[in-house]
């Protein structure tokens, strides 16, 4: 059909004017603008990357208390030194080797329904641990933990990285911070629970502390949430602009239709189209929605994971660094007992830990962000600064090397 025959003063450009096909720049526009729509690096983008923060404060910890609790249940249970780290070993193993189941989930249900899944698993853990009849179940208990702070952590990444672009790496910064604030809090808290309860009442303080942690994931919108509401704004735009496009053509046109005419053809051709509106929109629209278009099949994730070298030799790397830095937490209270060293001595060491991590994370995020030094410079970074503090422990083998090395190890670590 002609679309320069849409005439202009008509009935239907009064339709226009006050219907649902608002004109562009106009008040609606400002509604649309100002809705339950969330845009990346918004306002809101900084409430779930604080959200984030809080959450990964419990999450990633968790992994760093399990030294702790190993050394208590190796007294509860009478077992011998080489079969508790067996069974605390699982915790930070499948953190991270759970990751791509994670990852598949959080493609096909929201994340936060991933995250409080995981939250339920660590808190069933922590049950589990506490009333396990026999060790074999202790095994499993601690695989809970694992399974379920992968989870949860994969979640909260997620979220930080969907909702920002221009300031991703601070973002994400900022979320793994948490886990400083989670290592300046936790372990204190642990030590004084078992100091003053029973093991059993203990683990049942940390799992009702976990599972209360459910209730702030509901802050952080859904990707549906985000993904629908965005597709509404853009089609509303889009016949906006569609609209405004067919009113300045029409000004050009030496012919006309009547007003009847013109309101039977023009919502025709719209509801033909309906992808019509959507394919107008801007191309700055779809870079911030590109992340939602991507193909997210498990056979492309697989593609990914065996065909890129890089990919691959940044996977490793990271999971080797990651699996040596979190089972330091597993073996650093066992180590301290036997050299004598009082229990509140090893959580000092965790909270110097935190205080270092805090703005260390953060800062490392900063500099990743202004380009200022890349992420993968500051990997490298890391892994030497852990290795090098690790060996300070061992070598010195005195409480002074547990302060020295922790602080090292809370300055380099990038996770």
Known sequence: MEVSSYPVDSTY???????????????????????????????????????????????????????????????????????????????????????????????RVQHRIVGAVGMVLISSGYVLLAYAPNIYLLYIATSLVGVGVGFSFSSLIWAATVYFEKSKATAVGLVTAGAGIGTLALPPLCRYLFDNFTYQETLLAMAAIVVQFIIPFMLIRPKSYWKNSKKDSHNLKGNENMMFQLSEEANKSTTSLSSKTAEAVIPQQIKEDPDHAQRKCSVSTENNSSDLGTDNSLKSMLKIFLTDKMF????????????????????????????GIAKHHVSTAFVIFGVIEIPGKILQGVLANQKLVSALFQLGVSSIGAGCSILLAAVWAKKEAFYVSFLFLGSYIYI
Request: hydrophobic share 55%; aromatic share 14%.
């Open 312 to 339: 691959l030799t940044f996977l490793v790397s990271s999971f080797l660094l990651i699996q040596a830095f979190t089972s330091g937490f597993a073996v650093f209270p066992l180590y301290a007992e036997e050299l």
């Open 13 to 107: 450009s009064w339709v226009v004017a006050t219907g649902k096909y608002t004109a562009v720049d106009s008040t609606y526009s400002w509604v649309v603008a100002t809705s339950k729509h969330v845009a990346v690096d918004s306002i809101y983008s900084w409430v779930v990357a604080t959200v984030g923060c809080i959450l990964f404060s419990l999450t990633m910890p968790q992994a760093r208390i399990i030294g702790i609790i190993l050394v208590e249940m190796m007294n509860v249970y009478n077992i011998d030194e080489q079969t508790g780290l067996w069974i605390a070993s699982l915790t930070p193993v499948l953190i991270f080797a759970i990751g791509p189941v994670a990852g598949y989930a959080l493609t």
